[in-house]
């Protein structure tokens, strides 16, 4: 169980946030930049983050991979690949450090800012200036037909530099016993299902 004190929530102001998006090409910047500044979607049905009709707003591919990079179980962060999207809607595969926490996140990029909303079973990271800023994490917004243990790589590209080598052995060795990570029977029905809605691409 989670043992914490409830805090203010903090995150990057919305126009570091909007920065992040003006680094896209026009078409997904102007779109995000001048969506519903919002922390859920107006008629939103279902569990919030956990169904296609009640995604996570955020800003942006960036945004996408910080939000979830805060996101905390009880068995501490996230490794996470996107699985694809149907529509706007980006749809992740998650799993804790632990090897124990299965889950589907849907997430919306096209938001100016990040919701400070969560879904059920997760809490956020306490805010830190340098690593809550930048990519720094165990997960990618590209497809691992290995997942959780073809990351490597993706994760190293994605942060750069010397940094990004010492994150990505970091990934190796929470991965490299392959007997922790293996996907529940519930959570594999799951997968099914998001792949035979319509649009996935």
């Given at each position: 169980m989670f043992n914490f004190f409830k805090k203010k929530f903090k995150d990057e102001s919305i126009e570091d946030q909007i920065k992040d998006l003006e680094r896209f090409p026009d078409f997904l910047s102007k779109e995000s930049i001048n969506g519903l500044d919002c922390n859920v979607l107006p008629n939103a049905k279902g569990e919030f983050g956990k169904v296609a009709t009640n995604p996570v707003p955020v800003n942006g591919p960036i945004g996408e991979i910080k939000y979830l990079n805060r996101l905390r179980t009880d068995e501490g962060g996230l490794i996470f690949h996107r699985l694809g999207s149907d529509g706007n809607i980006d749809i992740y595969e998650v799993v804790s450090c632990g090897?124990?926490?299965?889950?589907?996140?849907?997430?919306?990029?096209?938001?100016?800012?990040?919701?400070?909303?969560?879904?059920?079973?997760?809490?956020?990271?306490?805010?830190?200036e340098i690593f809550s800023r930048s990519l720094i994490g165990y997960g990618v917004n590209s497809f691992d037909s290995d997942f959780p243990f073809g990351l490597s790589k993706?994760?190293?590209?994605?942060?750069?530099?010397?940094?990004?080598?010492?994150?990505?052995?970091?990934?190796?060795?929470?991965?490299?016993?392959?007997?922790?990570?293996?996907?529940?029977f519930d959570h594999i029905e799951k997968i099914k299902k998001v792949k035979l809605a319509g649009n996935f691409t």
């Open positions: 090897g124990n926490v299965w889950d589907i996140l849907y997430l919306d990029m096209y938001h100016p800012r990040r919701s400070i909303n969560i879904p059920e079973g997760y809490v956020f990271s306490d805010f830190h993706p994760i190293e590209d994605q942060i750069g530099g010397t940094l990004g080598v010492r994150i990505a052995k970091k990934y190796e060795e929470i991965v490299v016993d392959r007997s922790k990570f293996v996907r529940p």
